[in-house]
């Protein structure tokens, strides 16, 4: 396999976790520590580095993407995953990117790639035009409505073409920037169906 990664056995709804930049595999379990105790996880450190930051794909500035990079690392985790689900014996995963790991995530489920169909995006930034079918899929995407790295009125766009291309959109909105709050923890959790019992 060609992610230095985390397979973690639980109960429940199996989380494929995907970090932002300059994160890790072992911060994005963590989160999912609050979002879903005791589930089963996969997560995956990107396979990019930009200077000490790690990164799922390459840019070549703030909000502008290697669009050939992002091809082949969308590619190359879509072939990953679905390996990974066959070793692991993984069914009905949720996926659960945040910044960088959600636009990877997006641009595999945008591109009809790899075996997630639920997936929690958490402040993407889909910076280009796509067109897709997503009837079946359920998407949750959070975002913060100044947030200065993924902005409001792209996250909007994002949001009416999703739904426009037949998935079944929830939302979590704040009034703040590109930090994770806890009612989008909360929103996870209601996305999974965790609320009740936690």
Request: hydrophobic share 45%; proline share 5%.
């Amino acid at each position: 396999m060609s992610y230095d990664h985390i397979w973690r056995e639980g109960t429940g709804t199996p989380l494929v976790l995907f970090h932002g930049t300059g994160s890790s595999k072992e911060d994005i379990v963590g989160l999912a520590d609050h979002i879903a105790p005791g589930a089963p996880v996969l997560a995956m450190d990107g396979d990019v580095l930009e200077g000490p930051m790690r990164r799922f794909f390459k840019r070549t500035g703030e909000g502008v993407y290697d669009m050939g990079d992002l091809a082949r690392a969308t590619a190359k985790m879509a072939g990953w995953l679905d390996e990974a689900f066959a070793t692991y014996g993984i069914r009905d995963a949720v996926g659960v990117g945040y910044s960088n790991g959600a636009n990877i995530l997006a641009n595999m489920v945008l591109t009809g790639q790899g075996p997630i169909r639920r997936s929690v995006w958490l402040h993407p930034l889909i910076p280009f035009a796509w067109e897709a079918d997503l009837a079946g899929h359920e998407i949750l995407v959070t975002a913060g409505q100044r947030d200065p790295i993924c902005p409001w009125l792209q996250t909007q766009a994002l949001i009416a073409q999703l739904r426009a291309s037949g998935a079944a959109v929830e939302t979590a909105l704040h009034p703040g920037g590109h930090e994770l709050r806890m009612e989008e923890v909360e929103a996870v959790k209601g996305f999974l169906g965790v609320k009740a019992a936690a």
